[in-house]
């Protein structure tokens, strides 16, 4: 071996000439790809050169990705003069597109205004200033600001905008509420349905129960307490913070499409009820604007404002401040309040047209539940094959299902209208129906 | 009490117009703000009203905000009558604007390009369909296949999409990865000042401990070993992979401001080094782009892969989609490494200056701590007062100012250059000596 390692007129340092010998090396595939490199001993001998600038020049390939370590037995040359892009590992078989959608909570693609959305994305983005900063922790002030007027005006909630914590989805909220209220130990909630939220309260160590009042932390959800929008009926909250009160169980009241009761007036939020004790309020947008902003709020009760306010500094905002600034000035100029009931309006409509579609295909042959509020319904059918068999079977046929229940003959399925154009209701239902038997 | 409550030809339902005569009493204050309801029992008996319907019509006045209940004492009359928009509590003292900010962590004015943002953002809301839906629980699949390519190129970290899972903030990464290791009970952090990360383990009932080997968890931040830029060398890079490898330790390697490594060629990442193994690697955009913009990833091994895609459903993602859609064209075009380059330049140029000024100012009375990475710096002075007073005085001021430590007659402070514009640092600099005596 030949080498001018030595010449102090080349400028380099010696490390860097033994980093380039090799990776040309490396590069023409002159050492090929899986090749062991020579031992940092064997290596240093044979160029007179340190221990310590061999290694030097190593963990330089190494950092550049041309040679890796494995433990106890030397360096290898790695496959980077052959490289491909990465690939995603385990790709699926490729099934086709979705046609019918029953499954999905996405939001009408007619109902959202996106050019209005757009322009007041775009003027937040025009506060250069505010957007060179980090968020406050608990949220941008004047949005807070604004929502305690939204659910005072909306939902007949009293509080102050330090009351308000925002965050990036309801599990952002929850994971700051958790450890508040560690002590509580037991939660109860309303059905296994709610994975997100039960997630994020074992992982913090609670002991996670259904429906059983004797819980520390009780989570309902009034205006959703089943997927097909069977609400709370008032009697039932009282009875409920009566319960709480006595037991000094706190409530998490979760008010997910409380804007969409149709059959009746909205019913009371629970934290009104009860005053503002013993009950976190938690309200959402995803359902109102765009599944994809994420965007949530909690107001907690005096009890938990101080244990809050102690840790406020610790933990960073989770939601986007553009999108803050935005939602705020949207919910000002009363755009929210018209998206909501343009989309009440909507939803209430394309229910019926659901019903009228399954029943038109399904004649008698099926037991249909529906509450007075959300976007969702229960449809009990006779099938002749396991659930997941079914959802298998429309799945390639381009129809994508979501199984409730089952039962020996029968599966229950969950029909959301939300995102399905309402004119597609009557052929998805005559596909599932070619589906069943 | 004369009432028509039992006209029949009204067509209002008998609890809806008690539910009006009592709104008109509160409304016009004739039962003023304070005033206690009639009981239940009462107010049934007089009307001659079932029980029942009285409750029904006072839930909705509750509900409405007119009334409000008190536990065990009954019915009150709110101030919706008399009411103002509610303020925040505890209003501050007001404070003089700030002029000098030595303590923002936020980012140059000048140095990031808010139009071209404002375009890649503009040309994700234009993705209508995409926004529609939910985002994928682990992050948008073209977002992390971009992003495996960035952390190869840059940091040598090869790894597939599928390891990468995004999240709003390093917060909200830890949210999902402490669950995960959660058996491995203790955690060591470099010091006390990680304060948003050690709250998240210690929420998660982790024993938090510092610059500890023997800890379950080794939390480090290569590039900033300390808040004035100190990096970890190479050999103590491969020491602490041996010594976690040989103790079965995992490390989380928080890759904050490594783009700012000034001195040298960055060091590599111990993701690459450990050959992928025994870490999990972490990655930030908050300093490379706007704090406003949260979106962090990070890069599980493989030891950790199978447990997370167990429960990656459960977790909803944090991070806007918009944001990610658009970050994501933004790398692919070449946009983020040309920013980091230009960062680069500019706050090495910025500490530069920064200590010209500071040794203008105050000779050799002082002492300096400079890393070989990032934008601040330590200075050491004599200062006549506490520092918690020191701080409040340069605040009433215009000047705000990070307390790092605090010895009897001394005070160190970390000055930040990033966010402040280099022609203040000579006047901020003085202003802060003026404060001293």
Same mark, same amino acid.
């Given at each position: 071996?030949?080498? @001018? ?32 490199? $020579? ?63 029953f ?5 009408d ?105 004797? @819980? ?5 959800? $009034?205006?959703?307490?089943?997927k097909w929008g069977e ?26 499409e409380?804007?969409f009761v149709y059959l ?55 939601? @986007? ?22 989309l009440k309006r909507l939803y209430s409509v394309k229910m019926k047209q659901l019903l009228t579609a399954i029943r ?8 249909i539940q529906i509450g007075s509020a959300g976007t969702s319904l229960a449809l ?34 969950l029909l959301s209208c939300s995102a399905m154009?309402s004119?597609?209701f ?12």
């Amino acid at each position: 071996m030949v080498l @001018s390692f030595h010449d102090p007129e080349s400028g380099e340092r010696l490390y860097l000439q033994v980093y380039h010998y090799y990776r040309e090396l490396i590069m023409s595939r002159r050492l090929p790809p899986g090749s062991r490199m $020579p031992s940092l001993r064997s290596c240093a001998r044979e160029l007179h050169l340190s221990r310590t600038t061999i290694e030097n020049a190593y963990l330089q390939l190494a950092a550049d990705g041309y040679i890796i370590s494995k433990a106890q037995s030397g360096y290898y040359v790695t496959d980077i003069a052959v490289q491909k892009p990465v690939l995603p590992k385990n790709r699926k078989p490729e099934l086709p597109p979705v046609r019918y959608n029953f499954a999905s909570s996405g939001v009408d693609r007619e109902s959202f205004r996106f050019d209005l959305w757009q322009r007041y994305l775009k003027s937040a983005l025009r506060q250069n200033e505010r957007l060179l900063s980090y968020g406050e922790p608990q949220g941008e002030s004047d949005f807070r600001q604004v929502l305690s007027e939204y659910v005072r005006q909306r939902r007949n909630v009293t509080c102050s905008p330090d009351d308000i914590v925002i965050g990036a989805g309801v599990q952002s909220l929850l994971h700051i509420l958790c450890p508040l209220i560690k002590d509580k130990k037991t939660v109860s909630f309303p059905a296994a349905s709610f994975i997100q939220g039960s997630t994020v309260f074992s992982d913090y160590g609670f002991t996670v129960r259904y429906r059983s009042k004797d @819980s520390g932390v009780i989570y309902v959800s $009034p205006a959703h307490m089943t997927k097909w929008g069977e609400i709370m009926p008032v009697s039932r909250r009282m009875e409920l913070l009566r319960y709480a009160g006595e037991h000094q169980s706190l409530i998490i009241e979760d008010d997910f499409e409380n804007e969409f009761v149709y059959l009746q007036k909205p019913t009371p939020s629970l934290f009104s009820l009860a005053g503002g004790h013993g009950v976190v309020y938690i309200g959402s947008f995803s359902r109102l604007l765009l599944p994809s902003i994420r965007i949530s709020f909690m107001i907690l009760p005096p009890e938990l404002t101080e244990a809050y306010q102690k840790k406020a500094e610790f933990y960073n905002q989770t939601a @986007s401040k553009a999108e803050q600034i935005a939602l705020c000035q949207f919910i000002r100029d009363g755009h929210l309040a018209s998206q909501t009931r343009r989309l009440k309006r909507l939803y209430s409509v394309k229910m019926k047209q659901l019903l009228t579609a399954i029943r038109e295909v399904f004649d008698k042959s099926c037991q249909i539940q529906i509450g007075s509020a959300g976007t969702s319904l229960a449809l009990t059918v006779a099938c002749g094959c396991e659930g997941q068999i079914l959802k298998k079977k429309a799945r390639a046929k381009g129809l994508r299902l979501e199984i409730l229940e089952e039962k020996p003959g029968t599966v229950t399925l969950l029909l959301s209208c939300s995102a399905m154009p309402s004119e597609d209701f009557l052929p998805a239902c005559r596909l599932l129906k070619s589906l069943l038997d």
